[in-house]
């Protein structure tokens, strides 16, 4: 099995280097390709000091749906044929990118996501985004009758088939939870695994507090009309 | 016509409403010439215009219009229009703004793509 990591990156100068030699140590076969996203700090300079991955650097940015939307079809080109995502913060520890790999290995799953909550350890995030995360994941019980703990991770593995189908249509502003809905109702497997994460080393979340409530409403629509107009295709996902 | 106890100074401000719709028509007329304004987002402004030019002539329509409605004041029925116009063009640009931003990313992510692969092979060969 050929292995992608993709890191969507935005400001990330600080932590790159040292996530992309975590990557080396812990998958030394992958190929490491970073989608910078319009970045206004020196991770251009930190990244062209790099030999030996790829860096698709974003005219402006797009947002983290716009640069892992760039780096699917970038993977598409590349011949591998699985995919794993982390952040390039340093929040999700490449030492577990082996998990989501074997989780994927059997061929039958096509989204492995990596929990935070699944088993109770690491770095849990805020009161309030847990309040929310639940929601939504209250909400996926429901709609899809699986239960994924933890909906927002961005800490994930996808086979080739899951990557092409998302790359057709992605939705940019917060994708991590439609994803699922979109994988579930095209009837892919997808399952999670418990992972450990840290609390980020270096600058703030892409989402504030108020940006988070946003978030959340704008994912909600995007359920909301989903589940509407997708309510036909929804057995196809049992 | 003055004469007629009009409650509402209509007719100096037919005048007003005639020659400003004429001179928006005009002026639309003259962008798209000019190559200013493309003639797929000019359709909507033609039409808004022209129908005041249209409201504008025929007074009686808006009369019309509100005892259709039930409208008691007249010039409600006109700011109803007029806001009903205003929406449809926020909404149009909405529509075209989303569909922008849609190409440009997609066109992003291909130049993106293909500058890297370009710098890939140059640094290799």
């Known amino acids: 099995m050929k292995v992608m990591v993709l890191i969507p990156a935005f400001n990330e100068e600080h932590t790159i280097s040292s996530v992309i030699s975590e990557i080396r140590k812990h998958i030394p076969e992958a190929l490491v390709c970073v989608v910078n996203d319009g970045s206004t700090d020196r991770t251009r300079e930190v990244l062209d000091g790099i030999a030996g991955i790829r860096a698709l650097h974003l005219p402006y940015n797009m947002g983290i749906g716009g640069a892992v939307w760039t780096g699917f079809h970038f993977f598409l080109n590349s011949g591998c044929d699985a995919l794993v995502r982390l952040d390039g913060d340093g929040q999700h520890p490449p030492a577990q990118a082996g998990l989501l790999l074997e989780a994927l290995a059997g061929g039958e799953t096509d989204l492995v996501i990596g929990s935070r909550f699944l088993k109770k350890e690491g770095f849990q995030s805020s009161l309030t985004r847990r309040g929310g995360i639940k929601l939504l994941d209250v909400l996926t019980k429901l709609i899809l009758r699986q239960k994924i703990t933890d909906n927002t991770s961005g800490f994930r593995a996808y086979s080739r088939r899951a990557v092409a189908h998302l790359a057709e249509d992605y939705p940019f502003d917060y994708p991590e939870p439609i994803e699922v809905y979109l994988l579930a109702r095209a009837g892919m497997g997808i399952r999670e695994v418990p992972t450990r994460m840290v609390s980020r080393r270096e600058g703030v979340s892409s989402i504030g507090l108020f940006r988070s409530y946003y978030y959340l409403v704008k994912v909600l629509l995007t359920i909301f009309v989903n589940f509407i107009y997708g309510r036909k295709h929804e057995s196809l996902s049992d | ?125």
């Open chain 2, 1 to 125: 016509m003055e004469g007629n106890m009009n409650p509402y100074p209509i007719s100096a401000i037919q005048i007003v409403s005639v020659v400003f719709s004429l001179f928006l028509l005009g002026v639309i007329f003259s962008l798209i010439r000019r190559k200013k304004l493309s003639e797929e987002y000019a359709i909507l402004w033609v039409i808004i215009s022209a129908l005041f030019l249209g409201l504008s002539v025929f007074r009686g329509l808006i009369d019309a219009i509100s005892s259709l409605l039930g409208i008691k004041y007249q010039p409600a029925s006109l700011f109803l229009i007029l806001f009903g116009c205003l929406f449809l063009l926020g909404f149009h640009f909405s529509l075209v703004i989303s569909d922008l931003k849609k190409k440009l990313n997609a066109m992003a992510k291909t130049v993106t793509i293909l500058q890297e692969r370009l710098e890939e092979k140059e640094r290799t060969a």
